[in-house]
């Protein structure tokens, strides 16, 4: 999500790089790239003025601190200007002690509506929240056995009373039933249409005045862009929203709704759908989205993926196994496909500072080679998984599980040997060093004490290689790592 905007701001700092302060004169070239990349993402042109305008102000009265280039006080600038357009902070979905708190989802046909209900009550059962899901979509055909099907793949059930009853009926039921379970949340799915129409408004005004609920969640699709932002205003403004859920946010390059929800509604972005899956569903953080914008990364978010995932005990064996070399295959076809229980590659990549960069071939080659690996590793016995050694010294088991895989001798052969060098590797962290790994910086190692790479070294800011510095004969130790 937002690549094309990042890559547009990323046109933005280099006007002010060499600048040794920001003015009045050299910041016009930055804020246009800037007014630019907003408005091809699609953000709302009365956004995009406030925003520049806001920017422009703050760059010109900020004093840039000593040590930090005026293209990074620029960049803090524009996250901060990002932050406040996107709300400033995380609304939670609101909860009523003691009693059952009620969830209205309303939306157009074909935003996902559906699947974000599912989607939400199983964010709340990982919350340790009882769910009910009502059905009250009696006109989109299969709509009601649709959320059925989601309900049991997430293990919540679902009330409905078929095609033929009143919504405004099925919800008023739906709510008392989960009431009288003592059910905490209730989540109601309503019908929606093709475009916003007088029926479909009226019918959302009748359940919402039965069901009197704590939450009217607008479901919209971001990569309708800044319409979303217009769309969840002309329901505010009619039935009153407390909050929005984007979804098809993984589809969306540019990232205008995103922008333009908050600033144009008033209503708060509470959650975003990041994939198909019903596990991809996240809270909306403004400040984490800004970093993601602006090519940061999100670790916490990661964190928080892998934490949903991770055993805390299993995590400490692992890294045991790690660190003694005993770590084998078995233990890595877990890993793998831990990590795909988070997200995609490409996904959870993007939460890591730095790895913005990377492009959709470098990722798609990044999958296929797990892949690969995976079926691999799948055509092994249960003895060679856990013991790799075996695989090194038998180039008949190796030309078994590279028939029984489809793939090459030679590229198992590179699999063992990349895992054996893996395994050393760890080991030798564990005992507290890293080798002076020879050859990856053309046979000299950068970081010993005669040979620290200089500022304009290629790597680095600037781009040439540093002077070569005379050996000192009598210097011993960090000098040949």
């Keep these: 999500m937002f690549d094309a905007l990042s890559d547009r701001l990323e046109s933005a700092w280099k006007k002010l790089r060499g600048q040794d302060k920001i003015s009045k004169s050299n910041i016009q070239d930055a804020l246009r790239e800037v007014r630019r990349a907003l408005l091809e993402a699609d953000v709302n042109l009365q956004v995009v003025k406030d925003f520049i305008s806001e920017v422009e102000t703050k760059a010109q009265g900020a004093e840039v601190i000593s040590g930090v280039r005026p293209d990074q006080q620029f960049i803090k600038i524009v996250y901060d200007e990002l932050v406040r357009v996107m709300g400033e902070e995380n609304v939670p979905l609101a909860e009523v002690a003691g009693k059952t708190t009620v969830v209205l989802m309303a939306g157009l046909q074909g935003t996902g509506k559906t699947t974000a209900t599912a989607k939400l009550a199983l964010h709340l059962r990982k919350q340790e929240r009882s769910c009910l899901l009502v059905a009250t979509d009696v006109y989109r055909p299969a709509a009601i056995d649709q959320l059925i099907t989601l309900g049991k793949q997430i293990d919540v059930p679902v009330f409905e009373l078929g095609i033929e009853a009143d919504p405004v009926e099925i919800a008023r039921q739906g709510v008392e039933s989960a009431k009288a379970e003592g059910i905490n949340t209730v989540i109601i799915d309503t019908a929606g249409r093709l475009q916003i129409d007088q029926d479909m408004m009226a019918e959302l005004a009748r359940i919402k005045q039965v069901v009197e609920p704590e939450e009217t969640l607008l479901v919209v699709d971001a990569m309708t862009g800044q319409e979303a932002a217009n769309l969840t205003r002309t329901f505010h403004d009619v039935i009153g929203i407390t909050g929005a859920i984007l979804t098809k946010m993984d589809g969306d390059s540019r990232g205008g709704a995103a922008l333009s ?18 596990e991809a569903l996240q809270p909306f953080y403004p400040e984490r989205m800004a970093s993601r914008i602006l090519g940061m990364g999100d670790v916490l978010t990661l964190v928080e993926k892998a934490q949903e995932e991770i055993d805390l005990a299993d995590a400490e064996k692992m890294q045991e196994k790690i660190l003694s070399a005993k770590f084998d295959f078995t233990d890595f076809l877990k890993q793998m496909r831990l990590l795909k229980n988070m997200g995609s590659l490409g996904g959870i990549m993007k939460m ?62 590179k699999l063992v040997a990349d895992f054996q060098k893996m395994r050393s590797l760890m080991q030798q962290m564990g005992q507290g060093g890293i080798p002076g790994m020879p050859g990856m910086f053309g046979g000299g190692n950068p970081l010993t004490a005669g040979n620290r790479p200089s500022a304009g070294w290629r790597g680095y800011p600037g781009g040439a290689a540093p002077a070569k510095k005379k050996k000192d004969k009598k210097k011993k130790g960090f000098g040949t790592l």
């Design 261 to 278: 929800v908050r600033q144009i509604s008033g209503a708060p972005i509470k959650f975003v759908g990041v994939g198909e899956k019903v």
């Design 352 to 413: 890591i500072p730095g790895m913005n960069k990377l492009s959709e071939d470098q990722l798609k080659q990044g999958e296929t080679q797990l892949k690969r690996c995976e079926a691999m590793i799948n055509s092994m016995t249960g003895k060679e998984r856990r013991d790799p050694d075996l695989l090194s010294s038998s180039p008949s088991r190796r030309k078994r599980i590279a028939a029984g895989s489809g793939y090459r001798e030679a590229d198992v052969s």
